[in-house]
């Protein structure tokens, strides 16, 4: 099991970057997938999201802007729900 946290509200995939040191922007939501999906669908991962970035405010929305999202394998998804 692994836990990402997603730290920018761009939607941006930099090919190879680890968790750690994911270049961008930030760790997008589509590299957290990713990363996930590199680790085998019998892995349940978590994500969550950085309540730094994603207050509650218009900056908070991820807007798709490079196609459809996979999920892969077991993923759950750990955040506030906050009204916009």
Do not use: H, K, W
Request: glycine fraction near 12%.
């Amino acid at each position: 099991m692994a836990n990402y946290v997603v730290t920018t509200n761009t939607d941006e995939n930099d090919a190879r970057a680890p968790a750690n040191a994911p270049g961008g922007t930030g760790l997008s939501l589509r590299e957290t997938l990713s990363l996930a999906q590199a680790n085998g669908s019998g892995v349940a991962d978590i994500i969550t999201f950085d309540e730094t970035v994603f207050t509650g405010g218009a900056d908070s929305v991820i807007r798709l802007t490079n196609g459809t999202l996979f999920l892969p394998g077991t993923v759950t998804f750990d955040g506030m729900v906050r009204q916009i």
